[in-house]
């Protein structure tokens, strides 16, 4: 995989795997048992229910340890007036005539939908190591592109975005 994690990308992935291992998995076990004993198990519909949650989240356990055994780790060692990871940035669309704000993260927690873009994706590489002010071109296609203006830039860490995925 080689996926570009930071520090805090893999100690998030450890307490989602800690806590799948230590707190759901004897859950979802229970379950299994506890359906298992309700009778005929060909038609018993919460038994499999049961069964497929309990290997959905042993899929998600030895994915999440894949991810960090395989990961490469960046750092960022951006300056405090310039863009980096996990750094939320305001810009203007020129094209669009409006403020968007978006926070740059490893392609892991990527999420357009949530303002979560990739240091990979266009803006993302774009915007890396850029300064407030900076009129940035962003480069779609070889044959497309847009320009956009740094207005903030904010380093605080918030991690709202980040919470444990539960079933």
Known sequence: MRDKLTRSDIEKMEKEIEYRKLELRPELLEDVKVTRAQGDLSENF???A?????NKNESRIRYL???????RII?????EDEVGMNTKVTVYVEDDDRE????IVTTVRSNSLKGLISIESP?????????TGDRVEIRVKDDYSYFVQIRSIDKTEDDSEDR???Y
């Open 65 to 71: 340890e894949n991810m960090i055994r395989t990961a």
């Open 46 to 48: 919460e038994y499999h």
């Open 50 to 54: 049961a069964k497929r949650a309990k």
């Open 164 to 166: 444990i995925r539960q």
């Open 75 to 79: 750092e960022d060692d951006s300056a």
């Open 100 to 103: 968007e704000t978006y926070k």
């Open 123 to 131: 803006m993302g590489k774009a915007l890396l190591g850029k300064k």
